[in-house]
């Protein structure tokens, strides 16, 4: 007779951050130089799903990944599991009627509907989902700010996908990580016709890795001092003022300043560390030319540690940031909705005619929710292994 098997499922949205996270004081805990701020992005379009399961007869923790067995020998992932296993342990020492699920080995199922280290935040996702789903397992009450401190040792930026809408990651001051969390600056619900339209100009894996590149950053640039002392604090306060107010012109100004201050500091570093390429550096142009065409800013670009572009708009702006996008890249696969016209204001002779070669695909999507609760489970709870 088989041991039952308990399980749960929860999936977890990508978030882009608008102030970036960038350098690290404490390796091990996940600790940033600075704080910032993201935004969620929609889970229909970009979401981790996954299944945890516990049972008596596991032999050994196990992750599947996208179909594949993957490595959870690494501490990122163990420190993970020991603090949602400790959390657990308190529960059971408190009520002998609860399973001892803490003692049990798990066994993990993970699946992404984007590519994976494509520059979309993929440990993002894949953390917060991991951290949802063993939490809901457990059931845990802790609130989603305990647990993003725990999705903060898998991967930073990862904490702040514990929520939908609008999110700070706090850096903390404390050298034990305890004050270094996610908060909510406002929900979905709050400003929610925000959009956003990815470029996905690369596939490949970047060159550089974050945690790599951070360091590099952090022990040769000049400019990321001044960065981390005076800018980023002083744009902290402002963006969150500007969310709050839904003033998008200052949100996407500082987005795009911001974007732009962050790559500067990768450049500074040496050697220097390219995560833009030629057709980032046209995305850029080009919305810079949208803007002052229509007398206003409507469309802010934002590049993570990699060449993908994220283009902020309102729902109101769509056809015109979408046709000038869709004008460029129209031959591109990905669109939801087509048929917008570039604006006759346009200067559209800037726009060379093979720029859409440099896109492999567009993703459509706007502001979304936090991790969500599933009954889709992606383990067969007879055997304990993936369906």
Known sequence: MTSQIYHASSTAPVNIATLKYWGKRDKTLNLPTNSSISVTLAQEDLRTLTTAAAGPDFKEDTLWLNGEPHSIDNPRTKNCLADLRAYRKELES???????????????????????????????????????????????????????????????????????????????????????????????????DIKACILVVSDDKKDVPSTSGMQLTVATSELFAERIGTVVPKRFKEMSEAIKKRDFAAFAEMTMKDSNSFHAVCLDSYPPIFYLNDTSKRIIKLIHVLNETEGEIIAAYTFDAGPNAVIYYQEKDEAKVLGLLQYAFAKVPGWKNTGYQISAKFPAEIIGEDWYKGVSRIIQTQVGDGPLDTEECLIDTATGLPK
């Open 94 to 192: 408190g009520d002998s009627s609860l399973p001892p699920l803490s003692e049990w080995k798990l066994h993990l199922v993970s699946e992404n509907n984007f590519p994976t280290a494509a520059g979309l935040a993929s440990s993002a996702a894949g953390f917060a989902a991991l951290v949802s789903a063993i939490a809901k397992l457990y059931q845990l009450p802790q609130s989603a700010s305990e647990l993003s401190k725990i999705a903060r040792k898998g991967s930073g930026s990862a904490c702040r996908s514990l929520f939908g809408g609008y999110v700070a990651w706090e850096m903390g001051l404390k050298e034990d990580g305890s004050d270094s969390k996610a908060v909510e600056v406002a929900p979905k619900s709050h400003w929610p």
